[in-house]
């Protein structure tokens, strides 16, 4: 009987391991509960743990997909989720959601009635976790004068809107250009002015306004004093007009330009050349040209133009003159030239360098007169002589110059 009764123990303990036993196996094989179905987050949330996915707590599970850089926790969007739970990979999703509204800032806006604006030009700072687009809720019309209320909307990824209100004051172009430098300028009759040196304009709204100068009352060829118009229109129609008077005088060594002298050289220079002179032979006509200026002690020598202005226009000079002129038509002959001046000693002196392609050579269109000597493409050794025996007519300082043949 004891036996007996043991044995019917051992069979219910049996079954009751095998139901066990059967029971875990088909919570594992059958079951499909070991994860969320899904887990929600806000955008800008930390990254959840793999543990968030669980129905209750495992000893062993491991994550095997997702929650990894490829998922950009400031957006709206789903991402799977695989964990395996004993051996078994389960799969979830995890959604990226944004159900905040943005929090807005904005400014009020002043502009001309030509301009346009855009809403994101309203916009001081938005404050969301997911990109945002800004709209008018109503477009305005800013061609129209006056204080204009507007309301921006601003939505995000997960659809939230916020609208905000500012203003827009359009104001009309009222203002006119404003014109400076403009001066009264005095130049030699036969040369050219520029009209616009040292003049500019500026606006309250246009950045590129544009000066119309009307000079049609002047002859820069006729001695006279002439009116000269400047004006400005911005595009509004707003418009500045500047007077000023342009003084044409009779050429003189004092008002001498270089425009001017290199004009008169221009002109000596198309009588003595022609096109098929040698360098050599260019040089040598400009040397004759210059040597019969008829020769006139104390000229000043306050500039080379000036010197070189007595000798084109009035055609005497000193020894200054004679070196000037030279100069500036051996320059317009294109002709590489250098000037040269004697140690300053009881007398002055200045003449020329000339290089034809074959080194520094001295030119002096001076010198010589009384005598009958010229100096024309002289070496140093030749020069020198000359110098020696002649109270040291041309002694220089050699530090000053280059090396001349």
């Known amino acids: 009987m004891g036996r007996k009764k043991a044995k019917v123990t051992v069979i219910t303990m049996l079954i009751f391991v095998l139901i066990v036993i059967f029971i875990v196996v088909a919570n594992f094989l059958f079951v499909k509960d070991k994860l969320k179905e899904a887990l929600t987050v806000e955008a800008g949330s930390e990254m959840p743990e793999a ?30 989720v695989t964990i395996n739970v004993y051996g078994k990979e389960w799969s979830s999703v995890l959604h990226v959601v944004d159900t905040v509204a943005p929090r807005v800032e904005v400014r009020t806006a002043e502009i001309f009635d030509d301009e346009t604006l855009e809403p994101e030009d309203l916009i001081v700072a938005v404050e969301d976790e997911t990109p945002t687009q800004v709209v008018f809720a109503e477009m305005p019309d800013f061609t129209v004068a006056g204080v204009h209320k507007v309301t921006l909307e601003v939505t995000d990824l997960g659809g939230n809107t916020t609208g905000v209100d500012t203003e827009v004051t359009v104001v009309k172009d009222t203002e ?26 500026t606006d309250n709204h246009d950045e590129d306004v544009q000066i119309v100068i009307d000079n049609s009352e002047v002859n820069l060829d006729e001695v006279g004093d002439y009116t000269v118009r ?9 418009t500045t007009e500047v007077i000023t008077v342009l003084h044409v005088e009779p050429p003189s060594a004092e008002n001498a330009t270089e ?6 050289a221009d002109e000596v220079l198309a009588e003595i050349l022609t096109e098929d002179m040698t360098e050599y032979e260019k040089a040598e006509a400009i040397f004759w040209w210059v040597h019969d200026i008829h020769y006139k002690n104390g000229t000043p ?57 074959e080194g520094w050579y001295h030119y002096d269109c001076c010198n010589g007169r009384m005598e009958g000597t010229y100096i024309f493409y ?7 002589e000359y110098s020696e025996n002649h109270n040291d007519s041309h002694n220089y300082d050699r530090e000053k110059y280059p090396d001349i043949q």
């Open 176 to 201: 006119p250009p404003v014109i400076t430098g403009v001066t009264e300028q005095t130049i030699p009759a036969g040369t050219s002015v520029s009209y616009k040196r040292g003049v500019t304009v």
């Open 230 to 238: 400047y004006l400005a229109t911005d595009k509004a129609g707003n």
């Open 259 to 264: 425009e001017l002298v290199n004009k008169m």
């Open 301 to 357: 020598k306050t500039n080379w133009v000036q010197g070189a202005y007595h000798g084109l226009a009035e055609y005497s000079g000193d020894c200054f003159v004679y070196a000037m002129t030279a100069k500036c038509l051996l320059t317009r002959a294109g002709i590489k030239n250098m000037d040269i001046e004697k140690i300053p000693a009881y007398t002055s002196h200045y003449w020329n360098l000339i290089d034809l392609g």
């Open 51 to 80: 543990s968030d996915f669980l129905l209750q707590e495992y000893k062993r599970y491991e994550l095997t997909e997702g929650l990894d850089d490829s998922i950009n926790m400031h957006t709206v969007a789903d991402y799977p």
């Open 378 to 384: 002289w070496t140093d050794e030749q020069l020198m």
